[in-house]
């Protein structure tokens, strides 16, 4: 029997759908020259586009995996269709604004700007608090179709990476800007991901946090070909346990810089 459902099959969609929104945000920048905060006004939809992708992915995988009756369960369902609804919210209006040429976040040069700015706010913690509530119901789940540790590598790093990254956001979104202190204009920054060399940058913890998403099942599945369950499990929690403490190390490196 399969193990897809109507609303994880959507979240299976979306994940295409930004793929495919980030290779076109990606030809865009070849024909596009126009320049945004220092990189091309297209780089914004490439990088949300593929973040997206790999968010509703590793979701939609984390769902499938659960048992029957915690995957068909209403609070499972709503996570679904939120996470899609609130992820092709986000990248929409990226597009938008990229094509527009203005900045989608931390702009409140008008009403319209800064309603959606505020709506935009929302969306992102309504998605990483759809990642939580899946870690939550996988703690309950007794019939998951993977092995505990890579069961409680989903557990530990959807509700810690939800709890990261709301707590990053809320750091940016209060300076209303990516850094801690200032940046000079045209300072060095990291290829592709346009991280600052030059000042703090919150978008590095922040990277950290929505990521420990992805690499604490990873983790768990990697450590399960070469040890035990219970050790191996052992080792996850461990292992998120230090991703959350470099983050935290990150987060506060980055605000202490001046």
């Not at 759908?17 to 091309?40: I, N």
């Not at 790999?54 to 939120?82: D, H, K, M, P, Q």
Request: hydrophobic residues 55%; aromatic residues 8%.
């Amino acid at each position: 029997m399969s193990r897809s459902t109507g609303p994880q099959r959507v979240l299976w969609l979306t994940a295409v759908l930004s793929l495919c929104y980030a290779l076109a945000a990606l030809v865009a920048s070849t024909a596009d020259p126009r320049q945004l905060a220092g990189e091309g006004v297209w780089m914004k939809p490439v990088k949300f586009g593929l973040s997206t992708c790999l968010y509703a992915a590793t979701l939609a995988w984390a769902v499938s995996v659960l048992g029957f009756e915690a995957r068909r369960s209403r609070a499972v369902r709503i996570a679904c269709v939120a996470a899609s609804a609130c992820s092709l919210f986000e990248i929409g209006y990226i597009a938008i604004q990229a094509a527009r040429g203005q900045p989608s976040h931390f702009n409140l040069s008008t009403a319209f700007h800064a309603a959606m700015y505020s709506l935009m706010a929302a969306a992102a913690i309504a998605l990483v608090l759809c990642a939580a509530v899946v870690g939550l119901v996988a703690m309950r789940d007794r019939k998951m179709a993977v092995s505990q540790p890579v069961r409680w590598g989903i557990v530990c790093s959807f509700l810690a990476s939800a709890a990261l990254s709301i707590l990053t956001g809320l750091a940016m979104g209060g300076r209303l800007s990516h850094h801690a202190g200032l940046e000079p204009i045209g300072a060095a920054r990291v290829p592709f991901t346009g991280w600052s060399l030059a000042a703090g940058d919150l978008r590095i913890p922040h990277f950290l946090g929505l990521h420990l998403m992805q690499a604490g099942p990873v983790f768990a599945a990697l450590v399960c070909r070469i040890a035990a369950d219970r050790l191996a499990a052992a080792l996850t929690a461990g292992f998120c346990v230090l991703w959350v403490a470099a983050t935290g190390t990150a987060l506060a490196i980055t605000l202490d810089v001046r």
